[in-house]
């Protein structure tokens, strides 16, 4: 099924002429829960990883132990969860049965996981410039790959390290069939496999980003035509790719290519909600259903940056196969 962004309540530039150059073109990728392969573009889904190729590691989870749950133990919470609040109950009979409360507890919980050596990274998004319009292409590269390693890191401020690769999928002849699995995970930050149904939005950029004439014009309209641009106008909700940067509890610094010092520009943003409460972004097709609170369907990654916000990748706008930056917003 598409997913359908519904039109803006107004046009901007109609109103405001100046921000015609400011557009942008956005991919939200509106991941729901699935089975991708690895010819599929996906978020938490299979990666097409050349065999000989080391599956990236992090030295900084090395063990001897990693405090988390275990990758099953994580997935068998969200299928109970997901199973136990389709099932009809009583009132005031207890959700959970004895067995499926260890699970969901033990994950809750965490625990100290014994780890020999540095912890394998786990795959977050595969995309496939076929699926994703714009997509940068260095060298030739038709995919894009980003993995991380599911524990806040200091040094990347407290969010999960991530590891960006550029591929030609012809390129993979021999694809590895069982990449390793960490023994212990963050449970927010192991994704829950989706597939994508991308939908290129128009972006402008967040409030704090525009120019002050052009932020006192937008901050006059919004109250002369009780407009919301930031909420609604500016910048999408929601995992994409491209588009601009949803600076929200921070004013924006300026970031350059760690390579070459070059600008860079948003690649991949991975949202812990796909849209917020005013539903502005909401698509058309998941409007009006009536759902259990869980698995919520403005959370279909499972994924949790932070509380809630967003973690973007950056790339350099002259190589884009240059090391990555990341910002959490
Ligand atoms: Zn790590
Ligand atoms: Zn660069």
Redesign the pocket.
């Known amino acids: 099924m598409v997913r359908t962004t519904p039109p803006r309540p107004v046009d901007l530039t109609a109103h405001l002429p100046a921000f015609t150059s400011l557009a942008r073109t956005a991919v939200r990728l509106h991941p729901r829960p699935g089975e991708p392969t690895t010819s599929d573009s996906s978020i938490g889904g299979p990666l097409l990883w050349p065999a000989r190729e080391p599956w990236p590691t ?4 090395a063990g001897p132990f990693l405090e988390g749950a275990s990758v099953p133990d994580v997935m068998a919470r969200r299928r109970i969860l997901t199973q136990a609040w389709a099932r009809p109950r009583e009132r005031g009979t207890n959700l959970l049965t004895e067995d499926e409360k260890a699970v969901v507890d033990r994950v809750d919980d965490g625990a100290e996981i014994a780890q020999d050596g540095p ?1 394998p990274m786990v795959p977050v998004a595969q995309l496939y410039a076929r699926d994703v319009p714009g997509l940068p292409s260095p060298d030739g590269a038709d995919l894009v790959q980003v993995l991380w ?1 599911p ?1 806040d ?1 200091e040094d990347d401020g407290y969010v ?2 991530t590891v960006v690769r550029w591929r030609v999928a012809a390129e993979v002849t021999d694809p590895l069939a069982a990449p390793p699995l960490p023994v212990a995970v963050e449970d927010n930050y192991l994704p829950q496999p989706c597939v994508l149904h991308p939908e290129t939005v128009v972006e402008y950029p967040a409030p704090h980003c525009l120019p002050e004439e052009l932020a006192g014009q937008v901050h006059e309209w919004e109250k002369r035509e009780e407009q919301k641009y930031q909420y609604e106008l500016s910048v999408a909700t929601g995992c994409k790719v491209g588009g601009h940067a949803p600076w929200s509890f921070s004013d924006p610094y300026p970031m350059s290519c760690p390579d070459c010092g070059a600008d860079v520009e948003p690649l991949l943003t991975i949202a812990s909600s796909e849209w917020d409460g005013n539903q502005s972004w909401q698509p058309i097709e998941d409007a009006g259903t009536d759902h259990p609170p869980f698995p919520a369907p403005h959370e279909p990654t499972m994924l949790m940056i932070g509380r809630g916000y967003h973690l973007q990748l950056y790339t350099c706008v002259a190589f884009p196969e240059h090391g990555h930056v990341t910002n959490m917003q």
Do not use: N, Q, R
Request: proline share 10%; aromatic share 10%; hydrophobic share 20%.
């Open positions: 992090c030295a900084e989870h912890s390693c524990f890191h999960p390290s």
